[in-house]
């Protein structure tokens, strides 16, 4: 609690008065200040917002419940990526798809080992030297990466792939050019993608 001496009335003396100024404002509570940019803030005003916010009635999920559930949805999303790039270079060393083609487990022993061992091995090696994407272990592995999985997975889908771009009016040499460019960039992708998701 705050004590003020009075001002006396009648004084003319300046120097006087401005010191009991002075000394009145001095002593007078100071307001703490309010922080509004702070993120902690920020996060709560944002989560407060979106709480109040009214639901739309077609809705049918909350956006919340969909950002908790993504990190799951990208673990899961990732080890299948993991697996089909695995599959691949199985399926390169075996020298073709089996009957039916997703029973791998017929393939030859020496393409079921080899083709965990080295897709195995070109795994660690990019997750290890994932920030030194310039250097030669990174970029060998990714390239043995790749190749394997486009070798296996090209004669699966190049067919097809070639017969679009045909029906679009391209020609044959150059439809299946086109049709391998597309099985490694998406090669490419199997291989980057789990590196992104799973290593934090």
Known sequence: MSTRRPVPAGNDDPELLAILLA???????????????????????????RTNKPRKPSAIIRGEDLDAARPY???VFAAILLTLSFAGTIIAINGSWPAPWWALWTCSTI????????????TLIEWFF???KKSLPYIG???FDVTGTAIGFGPLFVPSLTKSFIGMR?????ATILAWI???????????????????
Request: proline fraction near 6%; glycine fraction near 6%; include cysteine.
């Open 182 to 200: 597309a099985i490694v960039l998406v090669s490419l992708w199997l291989a980057y993608y789990p590196e992104a998701s799973l290593i934090d």
């Open 141 to 143: 592995a990714m390239g």
């Open 111 to 122: 393409a079921l080992a080899g083709g965990i061992v080295i897709q195995a091995g070109c």
């Open 23 to 49: 000394g009145q404002q001095a002593s007078a509570p100071i307001a703490a200040p309010v922080v509004t940019n702070h993120p902690a803030v920020a996060a709560v005003s944002s989560v407060s917002s």
């Open 170 to 174: 391209v020609e044959a040499d150059t």
């Open 130 to 132: 994932r920030h030194q």
């Open 73 to 75: 949805f990208n673990r």
